[in-house]
Structures are given as C-alpha cells and as structure tokens.
C-alpha cells in the first residue's frame, strides 16, 4: 500500500497569510484568495496607467494653448505653474544638437532645463 504523504511548503498565502500545505510552489490558499490577489494587482495597474494617462491629456491640452495662441516656446516655470509634467511623454530622444528631443503624442520640442523650444504640431497631411 503507498501513501502519499503531503508536505507543508513552508509558505503562506500571498493574498491572506495562512499558512499553505500541498504541492510545492503553491502561493494561494483558495481559487478566491488567489483571484482577490490577482484582481487587486490589476486594479492598482488601471489606477497607474489612469494616472498616467490623465497627465499625458493634461500636458496635450497645455502643448495645443501654445500652439494655438501661435507660440512655439515656454519657459518651464511658467509649464509647471499649469500642471505640465515635463516627465511624461510619449518619446524622447536627442536631436543632431545634442538637446532632448521630447514628442506628447503629436506635439514635439525641444526641452531644455527651464524652457522647451521649436514646439511644432505633427503634420498628417
Ligand atoms: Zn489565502
């Protein structure tokens, strides 16, 4: 007669913390413990990327006023004071002139520590 004799993996549940017996590598308790683990993650990966996205459209509406009052250049003091996060973008690179060639979305410039200059909109035409 064999018996199959279970081992404690010597781990806890990543999700409540109780102590887990089974096969080894388990990480979860329950089937409910490891979809609430996996649905928290998720949910905090849609809260960052909502995040992200709303700085993204807060520095596309500051990037079309200056286009659309006919200027091509800001100072950063004056970008940061609208809520511009110089940060997020959608591209960066450097230009043939060694400054950072910066794109959000179909807005590219040239950043410099305290201004961006050459603020140009993409042309699709
Ligand atoms: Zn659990």
């Given at each position: 007669m064999a018996y199959i004799i279970k081992k404690k993996s010597g781990g806890c549940c990543l999700q409540c913390g109780s102590a887990l017996s089974?096969?080894?590598g388990k990480k979860f308790c329950s089937l409910e413990c490891k979809n609430s683990y996996h649905n928290q993650i998720n949910h905090e990966?849609?809260?960052?990327r909502?995040?992200?996205m709303k700085?993204?459209?807060r520095n596309t509406?500051?990037?079309t006023s200056l286009i659309n009052d006919g200027r091509d250049s800001a100072k950063m003091d004056e970008l940061l004071?609208?809520?511009f996060d110089p940060y997020y973008l959608t591209s960066c690179s450097k230009?043939?002139?060694g400054h950072d060639l910066c794109c959000c979305f179909d807005f590219c410039f040239i950043r410099t520590r305290t201004r961006i200059?050459?603020?140009r909109r993409k042309s699709f035409k």
């Open positions: 089974g096969r080894k990966i849609r809260l960052y909502g995040a992200v700085k993204l459209a509406e500051i990037l004071g609208l809520g230009s043939t002139t200059f050459n603020l």
